[in-house]
């Protein structure tokens, strides 16, 4: 009972924009989640290995678990990770969908998105204005 109280607590806080946190930093987060949370699942940085076809992280080609992950992993915005981020800490685990890394790095290549903030929380300057919030718009 206590794994589903937190998994749906985990579900909240994914899906909230209010986190104020990098998505690298959820996505870390999220691994000490699963590692602690999930049965079945080995997660390891894996250097060098060729995707899919790793022995560190092979355990987790159950169905169940895999369908687990997914359901996680499409709750973090990955396309608003650095390409770096993308590529150093998230690729070497080999347990992130390709759906979404190709979505990400689809995402980066359009000029305009690159430099976008890497948190949730993009506030608009209408919403700002619009809000019931006294705050001040540095610019």
Same mark, same amino acid.
């Given at each position: 009972?206590?794994?589903k +109280?937190?998994?749906?607590?985990?579900?909240?806080?994914? =899906?909230?924009?209010?986190?104020?946190? /990098?998505?690298?930093?959820?996505?870390? &987060?999220?691994?000490?989640?699963?590692?602690?949370?999930? =049965?079945?699942?080995?997660?390891? %940085?894996? +250097?060098?290995?060729?995707?899919?076809? &790793?022995?560190?992280? $092979?355990?987790?080609?159950?169905? $169940? +678990?895999?369908? $687990?992950?997914?359901?996680?992993?499409?709750?973090? %915005?990955? #396309?608003?990770? &650095?390409?770096?981020?993308? +590529? &150093?800490?998230?690729? #070497?685990?080999?347990i992130? #969908?390709?759906?979404?890394?190709?979505?990400?790095?689809?995402? =980066?290549?359009? #000029?305009?998105?690159? /430099?976008?903030?890497?948190?949730?929380?993009?506030?608009? =300057?209408? %919403?700002?204005?619009?809000?019931?919030?006294?705050t001040?718009?540095?610019q």
């Amino acid at each position: 009972m206590e794994n589903k +109280v937190l998994e749906y607590v985990l579900f909240l806080i994914l =899906k909230s924009d209010g986190v104020y946190l /990098k998505e690298i930093e959820i996505f870390n &987060s999220v691994l000490l989640w699963i590692r602690a949370n999930v =049965k079945g699942v080995t997660i390891e %940085r894996i +250097v060098g290995g060729v995707r899919g076809n &790793s022995e560190n992280n $092979k355990n987790n080609n159950n169905e $169940k +678990v895999l369908a $687990k992950l997914e359901e996680i992993f499409q709750l973090i %915005r990955f #396309p608003l990770m &650095s390409y770096e981020e993308l +590529v &150093s800490d998230v690729e #070497p685990y080999q347990i992130i #969908p390709d759906r979404l890394l190709l979505e990400a790095y689809r995402y =980066k290549s359009v #000029p305009a998105h690159s /430099k976008l903030p890497q948190t949730s929380i993009i506030i608009s =300057k209408h %919403r700002l204005q619009n809000s019931n919030i006294t705050t001040h718009i540095i610019q």
